[in-house]
């Protein structure tokens, strides 16, 4: 395992403040996908990096009706790791899930 970089204080606060934020803007688009103000097809198309850095599982558990084992059973029926994130996916895995979905 690698050695984590040495950063001065101001660094480190800077990096600190920056990860909170990208963790309260993913916080946002479960948020936003709960509500059904996002929709699972637009949140796959988007561009936006926090929404790519989402993991696909806490995407699946955030969408309503769906829990920890319905969204593990749809990952694994699709064929998407546990750890896979929305920007590691495939067109084909984005086109399956989103025909998964759709039943």
């Known amino acids: 395992m690698a050695t984590p970089p040495i950063l001065t204080p101001e660094q480190r606060v800077a990096a600190l403040a920056k990860a909170a934020e ?3 803007a993913r916080a946002a688009i479960k948020v936003e996908l709960k509500q059904g103000t996002l929709t699972v097809a ?6 936006d990096p926090n929404v790519g850095k ?4 806490a995407m699946l558990e955030s969408l309503p ?16 790791a546990d750890n896979r994130k929305i920007q590691g996916l495939g067109t084909q895995q984005k ?3 989103l025909e998964h979905l759709a039943k």
Do not use: N, W, Y
């Not at 637009?42 to 561009?47: G, K, V, Y």
């Not at 989402?54 to 599982?57: A, D, R």
């Open 42 to 47: 637009a949140a796959l198309e988007s561009a």
């Open 22 to 24: 990208a963790r309260t």
């Open 65 to 80: 009706g769906l829990g920890k084992v319905k969204a593990r059973k749809i990952m694994e029926e699709v064929g998407i």
């Open 54 to 57: 989402l993991k696909v599982i």
């Open 95 to 97: 086109k399956t899930l």
